[in-house]
Each structure stands twice: as C-alpha cells, then as structure tokens.
C-alpha cells in the first residue's frame, strides 16, 4: 500500500456521461498529481495542486477539472466522455522540501475508466 | 520534442543476464531524474532517485546519469523473473513528473 488512497477502482460508463475520481494523498503531502495512462500514449501529465491551488497543467481536456479541497484530497471530474478517454487515471502525492522530497511522486493503484 | 525519450522495448532476457534500459531527455538545465517501475498496469513505485550527474546504486540496480550527453541509464544485474515489468524513467521539471514511454521488460526463468 502506497498511501495514496484512489476510487473507484473501476469504472464503466457510456460515453456523453461525467464521472468523478477521487484521491486522497499519503499523510502529510501537500501536492497532489493527476496522470492518465492508456495503451498508446503512455503516462501523461493532466494537473497539480499544492495546498489547494492549481500550480502546474499539462494536456488536461476542457471537458477535464480537478480540484483539491482544504482537507488535502483531489477529484478528477471527467465530462461529455467519449471512447478515447477509456484509460487509467493515476493520481500521486508528493511531500515538501528541496531534493528527495517535493519531486518524489508516490502513486496510487489507479482507477480504470471504460467508456463504452 | 518530448522531454523524455524512451525505447519501448519490449525487451526480454534469460535469467540472471544484465538488463540495460537507456533514456535520452531533451532540456539540460533538468537536475532530478527517476526510475519508476510498473507492474501489469498497477501504480507506478519509485525504484530510483538521482540527482544531476553520476551513478547511483542500491542492490542490483544502478543509476547513472549522463548531463554531457543528456542520456539517463538503468542496469539491473543477476536479473530475476520477478523484475518482470515496465521500466519507465522521469524527469522533474516545472512542477511536473515527464515520463518516458516505458520499456517492458520480461525475464525468463
């Protein structure tokens, strides 16, 4: 067990639907990382929130937001869906602090999406 | 031009045989540079941690890292079939973790 907590582990839904992923990070990290993983692209960079606020986006969709609340967890809230974001949602957690410490991510076991 | 390139393999080797999984990265002003291995689509955990150049070794697995010719390296010695898995290196830059594409890695009994 990593720490960081994700649900539901799977998820299938039909596509114009919305969904919302939940993570809650490792005890004590402020930081949290949302990443997608399907069989072509690899892992790709969606969002991070440090201590409730946006700091860095990547490819994240319009149809995509996240957020992260004053209690530290994060929701991925996936709109309009369609087959192509069918994938894994990774979330991550990092802690403070300079080398070994803010750019360390620890990952969860991931939540599977299908979209049918 | 993606941050991080990495031949996908797959790649598969005997029992106690040296693997060798190389990464080029593109911007030389990264410093942090990971190994991260994943097991049949689970989560990704950390198996390496270097900072700017040199080697780095723990066990069977060594670390090095190349700014000269921004190339990352990670070698696995006496490998085992439970080193079965998708090697993906990283870098951290700009808040964010940039993955190479993973290398599949099977070793056989």
């Known amino acids: 067990d990593s720490g960081v907590t994700q649900t539901p582990k799977h998820l299938i839904t039909a596509t114009g639907q919305r969904v919302t992923l939940r993570c809650s990070p490792r005890s004590g990290d402020l930081s949290v990382y949302w990443y997608q993983q399907s069989l072509d692209q690899g892992l790709q960079f969606l969002i991070q929130y440090y201590n409730g606020e946006e700091r860095a986006k990547g490819n994240i969709l319009e149809r995509f937001s996240a957020q992260q609340f004053p209690d530290l967890h994060s929701e991925l809230n996936l709109s309009s869906l369609e087959l192509g974001d069918s994938a894994l949602y990774f979330c991550?957690?990092?802690?403070?602090?300079?080398?070994?410490?803010?750019?360390?991510?620890?990952f969860g076991a991931g939540s599977r999406l299908t979209v049918l | 031009q993606k941050e991080v390139e990495q031949d996908p393999g797959p790649l598969s080797v005997p029992e106690g045989a040296i693997v060798s999984l190389n990464c080029t990265y593109s911007n030389s002003a990264f410093q942090y540079f990971m190994w991260y291995r994943q097991y049949s689509r689970k989560g990704p955990e950390l198996l390496m941690y270097?900072?700017?150049?040199g080697n780095k070794e723990d066990g069977r697995f060594t670390a090095q890292v190349d700014k000269s010719s921004k190339y990352i390296s990670l070698f696995i010695r006496d490998s085992q079939p439970s080193d079965s898995a998708t090697y993906l290196c990283a870098t951290y830059n700009d808040y964010k973790l940039s993955f190479g594409a993973g290398t599949t890695v099977t070793v056989r009994a």
């Open positions: 991550a957690s990092s802690g403070t602090g300079g080398a070994g410490g803010a750019n360390v991510l620890t």
């Open positions: 270097t900072y700017s150049s």
